[in-house]
C-alpha cells in the first residue's frame, strides 16, 4: 500500500523526505521525514517484524502531520529499508537505534516532543525514557509487558533444550519455509531484559501514555494494566474492540495519541504530573491504579 493510500490528508502542505540516520554500529537506519516545517517533531518506532511502512505507523505520522507537527518514522536495524541483520531479541539496541535518532534531529535543533512505540517499539521507547531524560512524552502502543510470554507460541515448548542444543531455532511458517533464525544470544537478550526496571526507572517527569486493544491477539490487555502499576507518571487508554494493529480503529488510536502529545505542549514542566489514571474508550472512567 502507497502512503497516498493511507489516509493521506485531504490538505498538506508537508513534504516527505527520505532520511538516513548512522547508528553506534555503523549502520544505516533509513526513514521518512513528514516535514511540516515546524521545530516540534515526534518519533514513531515500529514492531517486530514490522517496518515503518506499516499502517499504524503511517497513519499516526500523517496525523501529526494534519495538526502541522513534523514527524519521522524508520525502520531499525535488521528491518524495512535499514542496514543490519534482523535479530528476534535486540530491545536495548533498538533503544540504541532510537538514540542515535534523537540526536541527530537535535543535531538539527529540531524540538523533539514525542517518542511513539508500538508493539515490540513500544518497549524501544519505555526502555530509551529509563536510561535518558530529554524526551518527556513517551507512548507505548500496544507494547509487551511479560517478555517471557508469547514465546513458547512462536518457538514450540522446549524452545530452551533447543537453543541449547543448536545454538539457534529457524522459525517456519506453514508451507515449511523459513522466516527468521533466533540465536541463543538474541533469546537470552529477550528474557534478560528487564521491563518491570526499567518502567520504575522512568522518571516522573516523564508522562508515558499506554494505549491497548481489549481483542490483542498477540499482548494480552493484561500486559497494559502491569505497565499502569509500575511507571510513575502513566495513564492508560483501554480502546474496546480494538485488535494489535487497531485495524478498525486507526483514527480513534490518533486522536489519543495526538491528544496526549498536543497536552504536554502546553503543560508547564515545572507543575507537578498528574497520578497514573485509567480510561477506557466509549465509556471514559477514570481510576487509580
Known amino acids: 500500500m502507497t502512503e497516498k493510500q493511507q489516509n493521506q490528508p485531504h490538505k498538506s502542505a508537508a513534504e516527505h523526505k527520505r532520511v538516513t540516520i548512522q547508528n553506534s554500529h555503523g549502520e544505516k537506519l533509513v526513514g521518512i521525514l513528514h516535514e511540516t516545517g515546524s521545530p516540534e517533531l515526534v518519533i514513531i518506532c515500529h514492531g517486530f517484524r514490522s517496518s515503518k511502512d506499516r499502517i499504524p505507523m503511517v497513519n499516526l505520522a500523517f496525523a501529526f502531520e494534519r495538526e502541522g507537527i513534523s514527524a519521522f518514522r524508520f525502520d531499525f536495524a535488521g528491518n524495512g529499508?535499514?542496514?543490519?541483520?534482523?535479530?528476534?531479541?535486540?530491545?536495548?539496541?533498538?533503544a540504541e537505534d532510537l538514540r542515535a535518532v534523537v540526536e541527530h534531529f537535535q543535531r538539527e535543533q529540531r524540538h523533539i516532543v514525542a517518542v511513539i512505540g508500538h508493539s515490540k517499539g513500544g518497549n524501544a521507547v519505555l526502555l530509551y525514557a529509563s536510561r535518558y531524560n530529554d524526551i518527556h512524552t513517551i507512548v507505548n502502543i500496544a507494547g509487551r509487558f511479560n517478555l517471557k510470554r508469547g514465546i513458547e507460541g512462536r518457538l514450540g515448548k522446549d524452545f530452551l533444550e533447543k537453543i541449547e542444543q543448536y545454538g539457534f531455532i529457524d522459525v517456519k511458517n506453514r508451507k515449511g519455509k523459513t522466516e527468521y533464525r533466533v540465536t541463543?544470544?538474541?533469546?537470552?537478550?529477550?528474557?534478560?531484559?528487564?521491563?518491570?526496571?526499567?518502567?520504575?526507572?522512568?522518571?516522573?517527569?516523564?508522562?508515558?501514555l499506554t494505549v491497548h486493544g481489549t481483542?490483542?491477539?498477540?499482548v494480552p490487555v493484561e500486559d497494559a494494566i502491569e505497565f499502569a502499576k509500575h511507571i510513575p507518571n502513566h495513564n492508560l487508554r483501554i480502546v474496546?474492540?480494538?485488535?494489535?494493529?487497531?485495524?478498525?480503529?486507526?483514527?480513534?488510536?490518533?486522536?489519543i495519541v495526538l491528544n496526549f502529545v498536543k497536552t504536554g505542549l502546553?503543560?508547564?514542566?515545572?507543575?507537578?504530573?498528574?497520578?497514573?489514571?485509567?480510561?477506557r474508550t466509549k465509556n471514559c472512567i477514570d481510576s487509580r491504579l
Do not use: M
Request: proline share 4%.
Open 266 to 279: 502546553y503543560q508547564d514542566e515545572s507543575l507537578p504530573k498528574p497520578l497514573s489514571s485509567c480510561c
Open 240 to 255: 474496546e474492540g480494538a485488535d494489535h494493529e487497531y485495524t478498525k480503529y486507526q483514527s480513534e488510536l490518533a486522536s
Open 215 to 218: 481483542v490483542d491477539e498477540f
Open 184 to 208: 541463543k544470544e538474541s533469546l537470552l537478550d529477550r528474557l534478560a531484559t528487564d521491563t518491570r526496571a526499567a518502567c520504575q526507572a522512568i522518571p516522573q517527569s516523564c508522562r508515558v
Open 81 to 94: 529499508d535499514s542496514e543490519g541483520s534482523f535479530q528476534y531479541g535486540n530491545y536495548r539496541r533498538e
